[in-house]
């Protein structure tokens, strides 16, 4: 088994006043070469957008790109004629593909919105641009990670061009569980979204991520209540 530790405190940061983005792997002004990805896992971004603020229009191609809304609401545009609000609870996925405009909103004049935004690259190159959202409310367990994307079309969760596997867990204080890896050849990134966990004997606190590959089941235990998100992507691009 192989690991790697990004404490919290040791992300990019960047402040635009709107926007208060902390990045996990390199990303716009941050870049480095050493926190580059993980596998085919590329961008991990923390945002808190404040209120009546947002991303304006803004092209991607060939990126599957993640949303996931931690607190508050975030408006969606794109110019494949969707225009949605994904809220807490939800997950978005969108296949850039052959290429496709977007712009993303907190449309509240009170609240911040608070979301991950990810990054990952596809296993196909020039796929037709697609977009999907859920809320994940009816699958939500205690105690157990549930799956929100998956490469199967017809699986829990949302999908995408890619043999990669996201799940929540929101577990109780010394709460112990195990995840077995779907694909020998992958690795799980964890990241911990609230409380504190110990993952391998690694002890991991709020924010922190921990990446583990070249096994085939990972040990967790919830030091405190703990809320974490495990990606299992490739590891070879």
């Not at 799980?188 to 409380?195: A, K, R």
Request: proline share 3%; aromatic share 10%.
């Amino acid at each position: 088994m192989k690991s790697i530790l990004h404490k919290s405190n040791t992300r990019g940061h960047a402040n635009h006043g709107w926007l208060n983005s902390h990045h996990t792997f390199s990303f716009a002004n941050y870049h480095n070469p050493e926190r580059m990805n993980f596998g085919v896992l590329r961008v991990l971004n923390d945002d808190h957008v404040a209120k009546g603020m947002g991303f304006g229009t803004h092209p991607h191609d060939n990126m599957e790109i993640i949303s996931i809304p931690l607190e508050g609401d975030l408006e969606h545009k794109d110019s494949i004629g969707n225009t949605t609000v994904i809220k807490e609870g939800d997950v978005q996925v969108m296949s850039a593909g052959t290429g496709v405009f977007h712009s993303e909103y907190n449309k509240s004049k009170v609240n911040d919105v608070k979301f991950l935004q990810i990054w990952v690259f596809p296993n196909q190159q020039q796929v037709h641009p697609r977009y999907d959202q859920i809320s994940t409310k009816d699958l939500e367990k205690v105690n157990e990670f549930y799956q929100i994307l998956s490469p199967n079309k017809n699986d829990k969760g949302v999908w995408l061009h890619q043999d990669a596997w996201f799940s929540i867990g929101k577990f109780n204080e010394q709460t112990k569980t195990e995840y077995k890896i779907h694909k020998q050849e992958n690795g799980v990134y964890f990241f911990v979204l609230e409380g504190t966990a110990n993952i391998e004997g690694q002890e991991l606190e709020r924010r922190d991520g921990f990446g583990v590959w070249d096994a085939e089941t990972i040990k967790i235990t919830a030091a405190k209540d703990a809320q974490i998100l495990l990606m299992e992507v490739p590891m070879n691009i």
